[in-house]
C-alpha cells in the first residue's frame, strides 16, 4: 500500500519531537511503498534519503521546517548591479570527472523479493562523463518509478557540473533562502546555502534546469524472487475413480478405485482407512506418490 510522501516526512518529523506547526510538507508530492527505518539514525538522515530520491529540500523559514520540492518557478531575478564586492567573479566550474557515463540506483523493488535491484541512466552518447556510479537507497519503489529516479539524478549531475556561483547581496535580499529557484544572468539556478552577516549575505548559486526534474523513463522488470519451498504438507484431496478393473487380482473382492494427491511439493503420501462398523475398526493401507518411491 504506497503511502504519501507528505505523510512519511511528518511522521518522521513528528517521531523526533518536532511539535505539530513548525513543519510544513504540504508541498510535497509523490508516494512511498516502503522504507528501511533505523532507530539508531538520526531522523535527519531519513528525510535526506528521501529528499534525494523525490528531489526536495529542506528549508528553516521563519520559526518552521519547511520541505520544498526542486523544480519550481523562480521566485525573482538578481541584478548584477546589486552584487556586493569582487562576488561577480566568484564562478566555480565542477570537474567533468563528476559526471558519469551510467548511473546506477540499487533499491529494494516492490516486485523483486528481498535482494536489492538495480535501475540504471545511461549516457554513452555523452562524451564528457567517464565511468560508473552506483548510488543506494533504502526505498522500496516500483520498477518504472526508480528507473525515473535514476534519469532524473543523473540530468541534475549534469546540470549542476556547469558550475556554481558565489556571490554577496544586500539585506534586501534577505527572503532568500536555500531551495529557492532564481535567474541570475539569464541561468537558472537553485539557491543551495545562505550566510548571514551585517547588512549582506553570501549565496551560493547552482545551475538548475527545471526539465531535468521530468521523466518518462521504463525500468526494467526485476527477476522474479524464487518461490519459498513448502515445508507444511497442506491438505490431502480423494476423489473416487469410477474405471473398469485394472488388475486381475482386484476381481476377488468388492471394492473401489480411488485417487489421492497433495496440495504441494511438501506432500509425501497418504494413509486412506477404511471402516466397515462405522468407524469402531478400520482397514488401512498407506499410499505413496509414486515420484516418492
Known amino acids: ?30 508516494y512511498v511503498l516502503g522504507m528501511q527505518i533505523s532507530n539508531e539514525a538520526p531522523a535527519f538522515e531519513h528525510i535526506q534519503e528521501l529528499a534525494k ?14 520541505f520544498t520540492p526542486r523544480g519550481a518557478e523562480p521566485v525573482m531575478t538578481i541584478d548584477e548591479n546589486d552584487l556586493i ?14 559526471i558519469v557515463r551510467v548511473l ?35 526505498l522500496v ?17 549534469i546540470e549542476e557540473q556547469r558550475g556554481e556561483f558565489e556571490i554577496t547581496l544586500p539585506d534586501s535580499y534577505l527572503k532568500l533562502t536555500p531551495g529557492d529557484v532564481v535567474l541570475f544572468r539569464g541561468d537558472r539556478c537553485h539557491i543551495d546555502e545562505v550566510s548571514l552577516d551585517i547588512g549582506e549575505q553570501k549565496i551560493k548559486l547552482i545551475h538548475d534546469r527545471k526539465s531535468a526534474y521530468q521523466s518518462q523513463a521504463f525500468g526494467v522488470a526485476p527477476i522474479a524472487p524464487p518461490a519459498p519451498v513448502p515445508l507444511v504438507p497442506g491438505s490431502t484431496t480423494i476423489e473416487f475413480i469410477d474405471a473398469p478393473i485394472l488388475a486381475s487380482g482386484d476381481d476377488l473382492q468388492l471394492g473401489y ?24 475398526r478400520t482397514l488401512s493401507n498407506p499410499i505413496i506418490p509414486i515420484s516418492k518411491r
Not at 478405485?257 to 468407524?279: C, E, F, H, M, Q
Request: include cysteine; hydrophobic fraction near 35%; charge should be negative.
Open 53 to 66: 530520491a523525490f528531489f526536495f529540500d529542506p528549508v528553516n523559514r521563519g520559526d518552521s521546517l519547511v
Open 104 to 138: 546506477n540506483l540499487n533499491y529494494y523493488d516492490a516486485d523483486g523479493g528481498i535482494d536489492t535491484c538495480k535501475q540504471t541512466s545511461d549516457r554513452s552518447i555523452d562524451t564528457r562523463g567517464e565511468g560508473e556510479k552506483n548510488i543506494e537507497t533504502p
Open 141 to 157: 519503489l516500483e520498477t518504472d518509478q526508480a528507473a525515473q529516479i535514476a534519469v532524473i539524478m543523473h540530468k541534475v549531475m
Open 1 to 30: 500500500m504506497p503511502y504519501p510522501l507528505y505523510a512519511v516526512v511528518a511522521e518522521i518529523c513528528e517521531r523526533a519531537g518536532l511539535p505539530y506547526g513548525k513543519f510544513d510538507t504540504t508541498l510535497l508530492e509523490g
Open 257 to 280: 478405485y480411488i485417487a489421492i494427491a497433495g496440495s504441494n511439493s511438501a506432500w509425501a503420501g497418504a494413509t486412506v482407512a477404511l471402516s466397515l462398523d462405522g468407524g469402531g
Open 85 to 98: 564586492g569582487d562576488s561577480d567573479d566568484e564562478k566555480t566550474r565542477r570537474s567533468p570527472e563528476e
